[in-house]
């Protein structure tokens, strides 16, 4: 993915969390209304974007963006239990 991938990725979770599509949990008791750290990795991908990929074939988020792939020239990795906007900030 891109830079404007994981920037549009923070504005679909934003809108997602405001919706109550993506909600706290006992392992994940985020603040809703927090902009800074968010819900975690793990609670996105359960209530997000497993969701979304899977309605739309089964693909991965990435290959939805860009379906013949990207180059790449930069690995990131994360940590799970990690707030998603901590992350893509």
């Known amino acids: 993915v891109t830079r ?19 909600r706290p949990t006992d392992l994940d008791p985020f603040d ?3 902009t800074e750290v968010g ?3 793990h609670t996105v991908v359960a209530q997000y974007i497993k969701p979304i990929t899977e309605e739309a074939g089964g693909n991965s988020w990435a290959l ?3 379906p013949d792939g990207l180059e790449c020239d930069l690995f990131v ?10 992350f893509l900030d």
């Open 39 to 41: 819900p975690n990795i």
């Open 77 to 86: 990795t994360h940590c799970w239990a990690e707030g998603i906007f901590e």
């Open 32 to 34: 809703p209304g927090d």
């Open 64 to 66: 939805m963006r860009h």
């Open 4 to 22: 404007g991938d994981l920037v549009h990725l923070r504005r679909l979770v934003r809108c997602a969390v405001q919706r109550g599509r993506i």
